[in-house]
C-alpha cells in the first residue's frame, strides 16, 4: 500500500530529509505587526530571533486553512496514494491538529490524522519514523503503531533564557500567574502528554546548561537526538560536544520554527530524544 506522510511545519523535519523522505510539509501562519507570513518566509529564523525583542507588539501564530490541507491530501491522492498519514503539533498548543481533522472528513478512512502530543522534532521524530516506514511500504498498522512508540520514547527539554514570551503567549496557564523575579531565572520545561510542564528553573545559565545536561542523560540510551535552539547556534553546537557518552550518529542541530520560537523567546536551548 502506497502511504503518504503529511505534517505541518512546526515538526522542524529539515527540509533536505523532507524531500529524502518525501514528507509534505505544510507551513503554519506568523503574523508580525499585522502581516501575515507564511512559515519559512519573507524572513529568515536568525533575522526573526534578532528583531523579536524590540518589536513593540508580540507576533502571533495562526493556522492553515482546511482548504490547504485538502488540497494537499486531494493532490496526493490524484498521484496514487491510498492512505494519508497527516500528523501535527499538540492539539493542546495549537489549532493545527483540529483543522488538518476537519479536512480530512471529506476522505473518509483514507487519512488518517494523528495529535502527536509534542512540538517541533518532537513531534518531527514521529513525521520521520513514520516516513521511514512508508517508505518501505509498511502497512498502515504498522506504521501507526511505529508513531506511537516513537511518541511513547520522545523526551523534548528546554531552558528557556526567560519566561516573559512563554507568559505573553498566554498558551501556558501557570506562565501567566509567574512574573518579577522569576522573569530572570532560567526556567525549565518539558512538554509532556501535549502540556507544558514546569521543572524548575536554575538561577544561572551555567547551571541551567548542567542541569539540561543531566536531563538529557536521564533518557538512557537514544536513538534520535536532536539540539534546539532559538539563535542560539554557538552554545547549542557547544552543548553538542559536551555530551561524553554514546549518542547516535549524525544528530540534528535545529534552530526552531519562528512558530513556537515566538512563545519561547531568544536563547532557549533544549533537546529532542528518542530512547531504545
Known amino acids: 500500500m502506497k502511504t503518504a506522510i503529511v505534517t505541518d511545519s512546526t515538526a522542524d523535519?529539515?527540509?533536505?530529509?523532507?524531500?529524502?523522505?518525501?514528507?509534505?510539509?505544510?507551513?503554519?501562519?506568523?503574523?508580525?505587526?499585522?502581516?501575515?507570513?507564511?512559515?519559512?518566509?519573507?524572513?529568515?529564523?536568525?533575522?526573526?530571533?534578532?528583531?523579536?525583542?524590540?518589536?513593540?507588539?508580540?507576533?502571533?501564530?495562526?493556522?492553515?486553512?482546511?482548504?490547504?490541507?485538502?488540497?494537499?491530501?486531494?493532490?496526493?491522492?490524484?498521484?496514487?496514494?491510498?492512505?494519508?498519514?497527516?500528523?501535527?503539533?499538540?492539539?493542546?498548543?495549537?489549532?493545527?491538529?483540529?483543522?488538518?481533522?476537519?479536512?480530512?472528513?471529506?476522505?473518509?478512512?483514507?487519512?488518517?490524522?494523528?495529535?502527536?502530543?509534542?512540538?517541533?522534532?518532537?513531534?518531527?521524530?514521529?513525521v520521520l519514523a513514520a516516513a521511514?516506514?512508508?517508505?518501505?511500504?509498511?502497512?498502515?498498522?504498522?506504521?501507526?503503531?511505529?508513531?506511537?512508540?516513537?511518541?511513547?520514547?520522545?523526551?523534548?527539554?528546554?531552558?528557556?533564557?526567560?519566561l516573559e514570551y512563554v507568559r505573553r503567549s498566554g498558551r501556558v496557564g501557570w506562565a501567566r500567574a509567574r512574573i518579577g523575579s522569576l522573569l530572570r531565572i532560567k526556567l525549565f520545561v518539558e512538554v509532556k502528554d501535549g502540556q507544558v510542564v514546569n521543572l524548575g528553573q536554575e538561577r544561572t545559565r551555567r547551571n541551567g546548561l548542567a542541569r539540561l545536561r543531566e536531563l538529557l542523560q536521564n533518557a538512557g540510551e537514544l536513538e534520535r537526538l536532536a539540539i534546539l535552539h532559538t539563535n542560539a547556534e554557538t552554545e547549542a553546537q557547544y552543548f553538542l560536544s559536551e555530551i561524553d557518552w554514546p549518542i547516535p550518529a549524525n544528530p540534528l542541530v535545529v534552530n526552531i520554527t519562528t512558530v513556537i520560537g515566538t512563545h519561547v523567546g531568544p536563547n532557549a536551548l533544549g533537546f529532542a530524544a528518542v530512547s531504545k
Do not use: W
Open 132 to 162: 521511514e516506514a512508508a517508505a518501505q511500504r509498511q502497512p498502515i498498522e504498522k506504521i501507526l503503531a511505529q508513531i506511537e512508540s516513537t511518541r511513547r520514547h520522545t523526551h523534548l527539554c528546554a531552558m528557556l533564557d526567560t
Open 13 to 126: 523535519v529539515p527540509s533536505t530529509l523532507a524531500q529524502k523522505l518525501k514528507i509534505h510539509v505544510i507551513p503554519a501562519i506568523l503574523m508580525i505587526e499585522g502581516q501575515s507570513y507564511e512559515d519559512g518566509q519573507g524572513f529568515s529564523r536568525q533575522e526573526f530571533y534578532e528583531r523579536l525583542p524590540n518589536m513593540q507588539r508580540q507576533p502571533s501564530t495562526g493556522t492553515p486553512s482546511a482548504g490547504a490541507f485538502e488540497a494537499v491530501y486531494q493532490q496526493l491522492f490524484a498521484q496514487g496514494v491510498e492512505t494519508i498519514v497527516s500528523i501535527h503539533v499538540a492539539s493542546l498548543l495549537s489549532g493545527i491538529y483540529n483543522t488538518a481533522r476537519l479536512a480530512a472528513q471529506s476522505f473518509g478512512e483514507r487519512v488518517h490524522v494523528i495529535d502527536s502530543q509534542s512540538l517541533s522534532l518532537g513531534f518531527g521524530f514521529q
